[in-house]
């Protein structure tokens, strides 16, 4: 049973359009939901929430946190081509014993020009 | 260096060879994992280390993987007699986190490496 799901699985869009990804997460003892950006191999850190309803921004990227559903959004406004890759999100889990963090399959994310 | 460096980068393994990944972390990070990705998947756990310390090895998913940090440093992750499920990537993250909580210190990952067992 997944534990994070991520959605869509994947997204093919133009550059300029605006996409929203989804995270959901079901976990025992909820300490924080990272996003990473994965081109090629190695995952990069884009946003770590802990707090519901507190909008973090970077750029074009922004995404926000809700405890109450369960869920989180990663959004990119104004796409480029720059910007396809698969975008990891990963809950921390204080409980259990697989390791801090539980990844869900990711979005793959293509921006064509 | 400026990031987590794994070698090598692709590993082409006969059935039932054994194979040794290297991870270097970022200098003075203290917190290392291993994770696993198959195609298609989310990266998942297999170990946590501690300095020199293996504190969780329960992602390993059979006997025939062991992984060490004898320093502190430098970790191996070693797959004996290696079956052609084990081919995935294999990646290496460190922070600069105390314990193992990513809180306020995410995962720095490196480009891992891509094992193919033929």
């Known amino acids: 049973e997944d534990k994070v799901v991520q959605s869509p699985l994947s997204l093919v869009v133009h550059e300029g359009d605006t996409v929203t990804l989804n995270c959901s997460y079901e976990?025992?003892?909820?300490?924080?939901l990272l996003w990473y950006k994965q081109e090629k191999k190695a995952p990069t850190f884009l946003f770590m929430l802990?707090?519901?309803?507190i909008e973090k921004k970077s750029g074009r990227l922004s995404s926000i946190l809700d405890k109450k559903e369960l869920s989180s959004i990663l959004n990119i406004t104004a796409t480029q081509t720059g910007d396809s890759a698969i975008y990891l999100c990963a809950v921390e889990d204080l409980e259990g014993s697989q390791g801090n963090l539980i990844f869900g399959k990711g979005t793959k994310l293509s921006v064509k020009p | 260096g400026a990031g987590v460096s794994q070698s090598p980068r692709y590993k082409v393994a006969k059935r039932g060879q054994d194979v040794a990944l290297r991870c270097d972390p970022i200098s003075g990070h203290v917190s290392l994992f291993w994770y696993q990705q198959a195609l298609g998947q989310g990266p998942e756990f297999l170990t946590y280390f501690q300095n020199e310390a293996q504190l969780d090895k329960s992602g390993l998913p059979s006997d025939r993987f062991f992984a060490e940090r004898p320093e502190g440093s430098v970790s191996t992750l070693k797959i004996q007699r290696t079956q052609q499920e084990d081919s995935a990537v294999y990646l290496c993250?460190?922070?600069?986190?105390?314990?193992?909580?990513?809180?306020?210190?995410?995962?720095?990952f490196g480009n891992g490496t891509r094992l193919t067992v033929t």
């Open positions: 976990v025992t003892n909820f300490r924080s």
């Open positions: 993250a460190s922070s600069l986190a105390q314990s193992r909580s990513s809180y306020n210190s995410p995962l720095h």
């Open positions: 802990t707090s519901s309803g």
